[in-house]
């Protein structure tokens, strides 16, 4: 099994900045990717960005040149940095990890933007 657990979120004003950072344990493979996906009120969840094992980055046009994702060394942390935030952005924000057909998610963790 794979635990996700997430840190990170809370409230910021438009224009802030936030990190939300996602921490993997358990049996976790050396190929596979890990992202965040975000469901604001009202509405379905839906990507924000993934990183795979081998570093290939996908942003969903929304947050590009925005938000930022990274992972360590070990590759069992993802970091989501999220720049210029906007109220659009409010949403409960999950980590995912993705493994040899299986998904992940973690908990969420919530972040607000509003002034």
């Known amino acids: 099994q794979v635990q996700l657990v997430e840190s990170g979120g809370g409230l910021v004003q438009p224009g802030g900045s936030l990190r939300v950072s996602c921490a993997a344990s358990?049996?976790?493979?050396?190929?596979?990717?890990m992202g965040w996906y975000r469901r604001a009120p009202g509405k379905e969840r839906e990507f924000v960005a993934t990183?795979?094992?081998?570093?290939?980055?996908n942003y969903a046009d929304s947050v590009k040149g925005r938000f930022t994702i990274s992972r360590d060394n070990a590759g069992t942390t993802v970091t989501l940095q999220m720049n210029s935030l906007k109220p659009e952005d409010t949403a409960v924000y999950y980590c995912?990890?993705?493994?040899?057909?299986?998904?992940?998610w973690g908990q969420g963790t919530q972040v607000t933007v509003s002034s």
């Open positions: 358990g049996s976790i493979l050396r190929l596979n990717t």
């Open positions: 990183i795979t094992s081998a570093a290939v980055i």
């Open positions: 995912r990890l993705s493994q040899w057909g299986n998904a992940y």
